[in-house]
Structure formats: C-alpha cells, structure tokens
C-alpha cells in the first residue's frame, strides 16, 4: 500500500517479547519489519510473526509534555 506522506502511513503498536515500541510496519513471508522514520538514523528492525512479534493494536493519538514539570 502506498501513501501520499508519512503523516497518512498507520503506526502499530508491537509486542516483542520483553518490550514494546510503536513503529510503521511491513509484513513479507512470516517476517513483520519494524520501519523507523528516515530522519532517526535508526535501521529497520525484523522478527519472526508471531513468534518474536505481534501487533497489539494502532495507534491513533499521542500524548506529550510541551515543558517540564517544576
């Protein structure tokens, strides 16, 4: 599936055994690729579905603090 931006491409929500990150994602031949956004650096994380991963759910909102708490 293509999308116009990034801003239209789905985040999931993954378990992975031990812990938990939120990530675009890819699924080809049993193996679910955590793809991190291209200005992170970060490189493109695979694990066996659903033996090393699952996705628990998409993620629609984001909470944050703006400043910090005195």
Do not use: N
């Not at 990034?6 to 193996?31: A, N, Q, T």
């Amino acid at each position: 599936m293509k999308w116009d931006d990034e801003d239209d491409r789905p985040i999931f929500f993954l378990e992975l055994r031990g812990e938990y990150i939120c990530s675009w994602c890819e699924m080809h031949d049993g193996y679910l690729s955590a793809v991190p956004h291209p200005k992170s650096k970060c490189q493109v994380r695979r694990f066996a579905h659903p033996r090393e991963a699952e996705i628990v759910g998409r993620v629609i909102g984001v909470t944050m603090r703006l400043v910090e708490a005195e």
